[in-house]
């Protein structure tokens, strides 16, 4: 089968899979995790290899990539993870906290692109090997912003994922996100103002990804 050819069927089991929210199926450790398979294999590879102190995600709705991220950094026997949300809901909060990978774990509410969001996640990850990943709001103004925000706070060698780069190539729905208003536009604009930054191909094994050219190496100071 020609790459092109999996690349369609790729794309339409992805369509459908979003229609039927396949991705609301899986936890991990008891709490919901909205994320492919497939991508967490990724970030499993990514974080084995960088071994980083810290994990900043912007998003954390039930909070299961926290809890993954954690659970990683545990076996590591190092590292911590920051989440930050414009709304943590009571019972998700609450969840996360009552974990056993708490430890590891810190939450600030609040917009990700807030200044005094941005004061304390400078603040935490100052003098540490950080990794990004963002999956909060998915609009190109969004987007953009925190790419401008949190990129220079990657180390060299480290990552920085940009989650729901698929939005460009999906059919329109009502969300304030869709074609040419996505993380893929923002991203794309992004790549033309740094050298700092390559897109890791390790997408192209996955076969499903969300995040299609959306995983970043850093390669410079």
Known sequence: MSLNRFSEISRDWLISS???KYS???TWLGRPIIQYPTDLMALQEIIWEVKPDLIIETGIAHGGSLIF???LLEIIGKGAVLGIDIDIRPHNGEAIERHPMFHRIRMLEGSSTSPY????VCQMAEGKKTMVCLDSMHTYDHVKKE???YSPLVTKGSY???FDTCIEDLPETDRPWGKGNNPKTALDEFLKTTDRFIVDDIDKKLGITVAPGGYLKCVSD
């Open 18 to 20: 979003i229609e039927e």
């Open 24 to 26: 609301y199926n899986f």
């Open 69 to 71: 991220y954690a659970s």
């Open 117 to 120: 969001v941005m004061e304390l």
């Open 147 to 149: 790419l401008e925000l």
């Open 160 to 162: 920085l994922v940009v």
